[in-house]
């Protein structure tokens, strides 16, 4: 059998003050892709374990992704689509079936759904061979993507834990498709709701309740995977939103069923979502009564708003001047993103003081935070992560450095990265669990890696182009905004 693969992943967030140059994108086409055969992190890794136990011959396209920022422009994405289609055009007559990885919440300059664009011309290039597609939770799916597959299959965890596993998924039920033992057929509903990242953890709240139905729906016959993607509200689509999709072995109306009891269960939850956070002084003065109390493991304030992994600058000073203010012992920020300032302390040396400018360079959100500081390390930002996000995989995190202004340590990087792993820490030389307060910039995957570490997490309402009141932001294509016109008796189709 001859199974093409590849895919492509930007979540976009269209208030986000960082572009995306072709120059962004990581790209692996050809055998390149093959370098994933084994890494615990990704779906690729998970679909070549089942290709090597059947034996397939895989065609490698090309796997391409880029941190959450602005709007992909579209000489840059045709560039990436055509890797991805060029071979499967050339190799359509000999190919037995195609999986593709993507976000779900991609968009480009002109084109409002670039998964539905590509899988409907996968879809007529190979005409009635299966084709089958791993998402995102955070997915903005549309009727046209769903209805070009045979079967979907998103992650099931807030933080993702859980890539391998998906990509392993898609590719069995690619193998019973192959076999003639299973024949997968999908269904979607979208309830009219965008609602805010910051309460879609898998491990309690809304998206929890939800995904247990879609967990007893996959016990009975017939059903093949029930995904259950919170969205993405950040992305600025007419498609944007919670939607749930089904997978049922040649059953489109129980797959239908299943989507319409789980979109009206989502819309009976609407409230839950939305989740009001204390603001920076309240969450300062929150930390300080926490530390009053002497606990053994670090207070953690989350600059969620600031998350890189949705699209913020990850540079925001707001929240790190509040506790540079409050210096408290034992006080360590991750990560700002500032390539002129670890230049900088390069420059200055370990061991020795200079003035910086730290962060404050892409947004409105804060202007830096000009102060006297000690460098205490430096590292070249490549290690291996070992938590529940890195599973052991190689990282390269650029140059960082380590900054100490009183009693707090900042870590500053040369690249955007979410703090999502404590190797972030553990590489300029701190123990993040022997700190008394951590300062993280990220909105929920770093608690796979911290909150086993974490006495407490206040997560913090600061400015950013992330932030969980989504009201706050100009939407121009979402359903009839703001969200309170969408008539209250909704009901699905």
């Not at 990704?42 to 059947?54: M, P």
């Not at 499967?88 to 759904?113: E, N, Q």
């Not at 993103?337 to 230049?343: C, G, L, Y």
């Not at 900054?403 to 707090?408: A, D, E, P, R, S």
């Amino acid at each position: 059998m001859k199974i093409a693969i590849g895919g492509l992943k930007q979540e976009t967030n269209c208030f986000s003050s960082v572009p995306t140059p072709e120059s962004s994108w990581a790209v692996r086409s050809g055998e390149e892709i093959f370098a994933l055969r084994g890494t615990a992190s990704t779906e690729i890794g998970g679909i070549l374990s089942v290709a090597d136990r059947c034996g397939w011959e895989i065609l490698p396209t090309l796997f391409a992704h880029t941190s959450p920022s602005q709007p992909t422009d579209k000489k840059t994405y045709e560039k990436l689509r055509e890797g991805i289609l060029a071979p499967i055009r050339a190799h359509k007559d000999t190919l037995d079936g195609v999986i593709l990885c993507f976000h779900g919440a991609m968009t480009v300059t002109g084109v409002s759904d670039p998964e539905g664009d590509i899988s409907a011309e996968v879809r007529k290039l190979i005409g009635s061979k299966p084709y089958m597609i791993t998402l995102d939770l955070h997915a903005n799916n549309t009727k046209e993507t769903v209805d070009a597959v045979d079967a979907v299959f998103g992650y099931d965890t807030n933080p993702h834990i859980d890539m391998y596993d998906r990509g392993r998924e898609c590719a069995l039920c690619m193998e019973k498709t192959l076999a003639g033992t299973w024949k997968p057929v999908t269904a979607h509903c979208h309830p009219p709701m965008v609602v805010p990242t910051i309460n879609m953890r898998t491990a309690e709240g809304p998206i929890h309740k939800l995904l247990q139905r879609a967990f007893e729906w996959e016990q009975q016959p017939g059903v093949i995977n029930v995904s259950v993607f919170g969205g993405f509200p950040y992305t600025d689509c007419d498609y944007t939103g919670l939607n749930i999709v089904a997978t049922t072995d040649g059953d489109p109306a129980l797959a239908k069923q299943i989507c319409t009891e789980l979109g009206s269960k989502a819309w009976e939850l609407r409230q839950e979502f939305i989740k009001q956070l204390p603001d920076i002084p309240e969450s300062i003065r929150l930390a300080g009564e926490k530390l009053k109390t002497n606990p053994a493991l670090p207070v953690i304030l989350a600059d969620v708003s600031d998350n890189a992994g949705g699209g913020g600058s990850s540079d925001t000073t707001m929240l790190m001047r509040a506790l540079l203010e409050a210096d408290f012992p034992d006080s360590a920020v991750g990560c700002i993103w500032d390539e002129e300032t670890v230049n900088r302390a390069i420059e200055v040396g370990v061991g020795n003081t200079g003035r910086f400018r730290i962060g404050g360079n892409f947004h409105d959100y804060g202007e830096p935070v000009e102060t006297e500081a000690t460098v205490r390390a430096i590292t070249d930002g490549t290690c291996r992560c070992y938590g529940l996000m890195g599973r052991g995989d190689k990282f390269a995190f650029g140059k960082g450095v380590r900054l100490q202004v009183g009693n707090v340590h900042i870590c500053v990087y040369s690249t955007r990265r979410a703090c999502n792993y404590r190797e972030i820490f553990t590489n300029l030389g701190i123990d993040p669990a022997r700190q008394k307060v951590l300062l993280i910039k990220s909105r929920g995957h770093f608690r796979a890696d911290f909150e086993p570490i974490a006495d407490c997490i206040i997560e913090v309402d600061a400015p950013g182009a992330v932030n969980p009141n989504i009201l706050r932001y100009p939407y121009q294509n979402v359903y009839g905004w703001p969200v309170t016109e969408v008539p209250a008796d909704w009901q699905p189709e």
